[in-house]
């Protein structure tokens, strides 16, 4: 089947007798909604598979005390498809995804952890993922009785239990990595299988800094949400804040001014800019390349110091809101910003050229942890571990949203080898991409307001999905019937990208693991809600 196709005609034979699909219109932001029983759930997942599509996050939302609804995103090359079904029972039970699209794993027992849906057929579906002995397996947190502060009083104890798979044989030893790190990075724990110094699995355990955010979101403003989702992950504060201010409009209504939506893509392409600057020297650090780590640290302070100067933030934390941006540029800004730009190419032009064709750096990133292009489709990967396999999936240039759908934007940028040195030659061309970005959106920045009103309707619900830096970044909100947050799902790229790290580091020695997780930096905090 033609992939271009394929949204439309999964909507056909979803909507076709027998199966039973409606359309629904409980999400804004979305092309198409489909409302489908609970028993046609695993057929869903066999259709979209055929389809070719991919599978952009799943979550659970309680209704009330009986009713869970679990909604799953999938993206086609021409747009996107929610689907939604409604279970109820002791527990609620519905068919995995899994199976058929490995990279939704976590996120389904996530939705088991935290709402107590049960999906069948999921090959580790009784193995938990974000509750960590926090609360006994017969609670569930998001359900509408479970009090914020939590009932679990103490201390938590020690998820020493947690059934890691093993392999047998003579030879085969275990190699445990955190969660506690020598560097200032969250908490994650990398259980190696090797042979000698060859990994022959990794398995990860990840949610050890479980915040709470989809609770805390309940009964939230609008403009708490989205100080709120300023918080998820600290590095990509513009991507979620945005996706969740995205949401909120597109649900209710609201018309962001132009500037406005200028001034978020200015945030974002900086936001961009330093986190691959970051990256790529963190990848030169950890193969003992020091002169470039310091000089990407070096560029990346200059660039963050010039974020807090012209929008009061080095992380760029709170400068949007709900309807627009909390700040605007003053007006000698632009001028002194397209000069930084351009000081800032031509010291890029030289250093890339040397991180390009450097042997000893070569020699450690050339053939290190190859990602196939077939296995970054099937974990559902995005962002520059996607494009570094051959998969050019981009939001700002497939499906784009204001203003991107306003600008000259050039070829999505793709590598095909899927080693560390494509993750980080992709990393490189997307700076000079966003730079060029930027000087657009400065050249022409609209005059008028930097922010709209926005009116919260009751029962409202609305899909924010926006390019961050990591890759494509989604948010679902649901307004209850006083116009407050009664639902928010942040959907991070590191759901489908930490996966990744399990099959690229296969074949390679557990001193690459370092680099191998650095060029894929997934974010802990982003997954562990």
């Known amino acids: 089947m033609n992939v271009t196709d394929s949204l439309a005609d999964l909507q056909g034979l979803l909507t076709a007798p027998g199966i039973g699909a409606t359309p629904c219109a409980t999400a804004a932001g979305v092309e198409s909604c489909l409302a489908l029983p609970a028993a046609h759930w695993g057929l869903l997942a066999e259709l979209a598979a055929d389809a070719g599509l991919r599978h952009a996050g799943l979550w659970a939302d309680a209704l009330d005390d009986e009713r869970l609804r679990v909604q799953a995103l999938f993206a086609a090359a021409d747009g996107y498809l929610l689907a939604q079904t409604e279970v109820t029972g002791a527990p609620p039970e519905l068919a995995s995804h899994t199976p058929l699209f490995p990279g939704v794993d976590r996120l389904e027992r996530h939705a088991q952890d935290l709402l107590g849906v049960r999906f069948l057929g999921h090959p580790r579906g009784t193995v938990r993922w974000t509750r960590h002995q926090a609360w006994p397996e017969t609670v569930h947190p998001l359900r509408p009785d479970f009090p914020l502060a939590g009932d679990h009083p103490g201390r938590t104890p020690a998820d020493g239990d947690y059934p890691i798979v093993r392999l047998q044989g003579n030879g085969v030893c275990e190699v445990p990595v955190g969660p506690v790190h020598a560097g200032v990075i969250a908490p994650g724990h990398f259980r190696f299988q090797v042979m000698g110094e060859d990994v022959l699995r990794l398995?990860?355990?990840?949610?050890?800094?479980?915040?709470?955010?989809?609770?805390?979101?309940?009964?939230?403003d609008a403009a708490g949400l989205v100080r709120l989702a300023a918080r998820v992950a600290a590095d990509s504060t513009v991507a979620h804040a945005w996706a969740a201010c995205q949401a909120l409009e597109r649900a209710c209504d609201t018309e962001v001014p132009a500037r406005a939506l200028h001034l978020r893509a200015l945030l974002a392409e900086r936001e961009r800019v330093a986190n691959h600057l970051g990256d790529i020297g963190g990848i030169c650090n950890d193969v003992g390349f020091g002169f470039g780590q310091s000089q990407c640290a070096l560029l990346r302070e200059r660039w963050?110091?010039?974020?807090?100067?012209?929008?009061?933030?080095?992380?760029?934390?709170?400068?949007?809101?709900?309807g627009g941006v909390a700040r605007d540029l003053d007006p000698a800004?632009?001028?002194?910003?397209?000069?930084?730009?351009?000081?800032?190419?031509r010291v890029l032009r030289r250093l890339f050229d040397i991180l390009d064709d450097h042997p000893p750096l070569n020699d450690r990133l050339l053939t290190t942890g190859i990602l196939g292009r077939e296995t970054a489709r099937r974990l559902g990967c995005t962002g520059y571990v996607a494009k570094a396999s051959g998969l050019d999936h981009d939001l700002r240039h497939h499906v784009p949203y204001a203003p991107y759908d306003r600008l000259r934007l050039e070829t999505a940028v793709v590598e095909h080898e899927g080693d560390v040195a494509a993750r980080m030659r992709v990393r490189m061309r997307e700076i000079h991409a966003s730079l060029g970005l930027i000087e657009q959106l400065l050249a022409a920045l609209p005059e008028g307001a930097i922010a709209a009103p926005l009116t919260p309707r009751p029962e409202a619900s609305g899909l924010g999905l926006v390019e961050g830096w990591r890759g494509e970044s989604v948010a679902l909100v649901r307004l209850d019937a006083t116009g407050r947050v009664a639902r928010y799902f942040p959907r991070d790229p590191s759901w489908f990208n930490w996966p990744a790290?399990?099959?690229?580091?296969?074949?390679?020695?557990?001193?690459?693991?370092?680099?191998?997780?650095?060029?894929?930096?997934?974010?802990?905090s982003g997954v562990d809600l």
């Open 333 to 345: 800004a632009p001028e002194r910003l397209i000069q930084a730009h351009g000081e800032l190419r």
């Open 501 to 524: 790290l399990e099959h690229l580091i296969l074949g390679n020695i557990v001193p690459d693991f370092p680099v191998c997780n650095k060029s894929v930096n997934g974010s802990y």
């Open 203 to 220: 398995e990860e355990r990840l949610g050890y800094v479980h915040k709470g955010i989809e609770k805390h979101a309940v009964g939230r």
């Open 304 to 322: 963050q110091r010039d974020n807090a100067s012209h929008f009061g933030h080095r992380l760029l934390m709170d400068t949007l809101v709900p």
